[in-house]
């Protein structure tokens, strides 16, 4: 990573299927309020020389509050509500 970039979080999911029951789902939360559901499928596969997925973008000296994986049973129980 840059000097001026930090690492938020880092969660192990497997890899992802063609069906629908790998749904599960990252959640980040910023110091200011933000909130972005991402569904991991949707993430790209990085190779060892990558540098990363920019998930969210933030405004200068925003910092990310909270970091979440949601299993897809939880994911479909809040869609429910």
């Given at each position: ?9 880092v969660?192990?999911v497997g890899?992802?299927?063609d069906?629908?029951a790998s ?10 309020g933000?909130?972005?559901r991402?569904k991991?499928k949707?993430?790209?596969?990085q ?9 969210m973008?933030?405004?200068h ?14 994911a479909?129980?809040i869609?429910e509500?």
């Open positions: 990573l840059p000097e001026d970039c930090r690492l938020a979080a969660f192990v890899e992802p299927t069906d629908d749904e599960e789902q990252v959640v980040l939360v910023s110091h200011g933000t909130v972005n991402i991991v949707d993430i790209s596969i190779g060892r020389g990558a540098k990363g997925v920019i998930l973008r933030l405004e000296a925003g910092k990310i509050q909270s970091a979440s994986l949601i299993s897809a049973a939880a479909e129980e869609l509500d």
